[in-house]
Structure formats: C-alpha cells, structure tokens
C-alpha cells in the first residue's frame, strides 16, 4: 500500500513566525511531490512542486526534499492569518507509464495574531 | 491561466437516484481526474482519464462510471447514488513536468 502520512494538526504558529510542515511517503522510487493549499469549503490549491533533493525557494514557501530519507516538508516564514488553511501534501507514484498522485490526509495550520 | 469548472457547487439527490457530474477544462489537457474528499480520509482517486475515450480506474471504482467523449469533458456517473457517496467530488486535469494537477472548485454532494 503506497502511503503519505502528514500530523493532522491543528498546527498553531503566531503571525510572523515560521510553520513548519510535515509529510513522509512510503514510494522509494518517487520522483515529483507537491504542496496544495486547501482553505475550508474550497478546492486545493496548488503551492509548488520539488523534484530534486535540497530546496526550493517560491516567495515565502520553501520546499524541502530529502529522498534518502522519504521526507518532504513546507516552510511558511512570516506566517499571516491567511495562511491558515490545510496544507495537504502530494506524491507522485505512478507505475506502468500513468501518473499518480497519492495525497496526505493533510495538516490543518492555524496562524494567530 | 487554467481553468477547470465543474457543473454544480451543491447538489442533494435522492437514494437511487442517476446522477451526472461534470466537469470542463479549457486548456487542451490530456489528462483528467475524478476524486472524492472525506473527512480525516484525504482525497481518493475514483477514475482517470488520459485520453478521450479512454478510461482507468483509481483505488474507489466502486459505484461509479465516467464518460469522456470529448478531451475538454470529463463526467462522473453514480448509477444508483447511495448514502455513503455523500461527499466532496474535485476534478482535476493536468499538464507539464512533472505533471501537476490544477483542481475544479468541487461539488458537494449530498445523497438522502
């Protein structure tokens, strides 16, 4: 069973500080991960996407990959109250020339001010 | 900018009812996805689609058909809809590389 855990939350950070995210898969051979943005009723939301070990810079966001590992993770610096939303996590493990993506159940973030 | 629409935002149906979801994109994708959302479970993947005509089923098959006659048109089919298929639907259709996925805004549907 091909799995992506992510800590439900809710993560409470004060406005301005760094959330840190979590999200761990269980496809060795996994090649591409996302970060979507879901607020309440609405649909997800597209952050960005890292396919390569290190990071990757977009704005406030940054994406963090380590392979070895198996862990991806999202930072927000200077955290805002609309940023709170659930941040749910996405990895490609397709097989047999078809993409798939298998999502975290999600991390519910609360940004208080 | 993409853009997917799907047919209704709410929709409540009764116990054995046909229901038709729908869902459009305008940006010539070649592949398209239908996914349910529920509480505490994440999204799952019902059926796919990477090409017209052509059909795959994802991990929740179950209950549900789809139709895609058309590369912008992607529909979700409950045959007989049941209380248990209560649920958020997104689509989602995709493109680039990697292949990222761009979401509808979602129907609720509520089945009695």
């Known amino acids: 069973q091909k799995e992506v855990e992510q800590n439900s939350g809710p993560l409470s950070v004060p406005e301005g500080a760094i959330a840190s995210l979590n999200c761990t898969y269980s496809?060795?051979?996994?090649?591409?991960f996302f970060w979507y943005r879901q607020y309440s009723g609405k649909s997800p939301e597209l952050i960005m996407f890292?396919?390569?070990?290190g990071d990757k810079e977009d704005g406030r966001f940054t994406a963090q990959l380590n392979k070895a590992s198996q862990y991806v993770s999202l930072l927000i610096r200077d955290s805002q109250p609309s940023d709170s939303a659930t941040y749910l996590c996405?990895?490609?493990?397709?097989?047999?020339?078809?993409?798939?993506?298998?999502f975290g159940a999600g991390t519910r973030l609360a940004v208080h001010p | 900018d993409v853009k997917v629409t799907q047919s209704s935002r709410y929709l409540v149906k009764r116990t054995g009812e046909k229901v038709f979801l729908e869902c459009v994109q305008d940006?010539?994708?070649?592949?398209m996805f239908w996914y349910r959302q529920d509480p505490g479970l994440g999204l799952r993947l019902i059926y796919f689609?990477?090409?017209?005509?052509?059909?795959e089923k994802g991990d929740i098959p179950e209950g549900y058909s789809v139709s895609r006659e058309k590369k912008e048109r992607f529909s979700l089919i409950l045959e007989s809809a049941s209380t248990n298929q209560t649920s958020m639907y997104l689509c989602?259709?995709?493109?680039?590389?990697?292949?990222?996925?761009?979401f509808g805004p979602g129907t609720r549907l509520l089945v009695l």
């Open positions: 996405a990895v490609n493990m397709g097989s047999g020339g078809y993409n798939k993506l298998i």
């Open positions: 689609s990477y090409d017209v005509k052509m059909k």
């Open positions: 940006m010539d994708h070649e592949n």
């Open positions: 496809d060795r051979g996994s090649q591409s």
């Open positions: 890292i396919y390569s070990n």
């Open positions: 989602a259709s995709s493109f680039g590389l990697p292949e990222t996925q761009y």
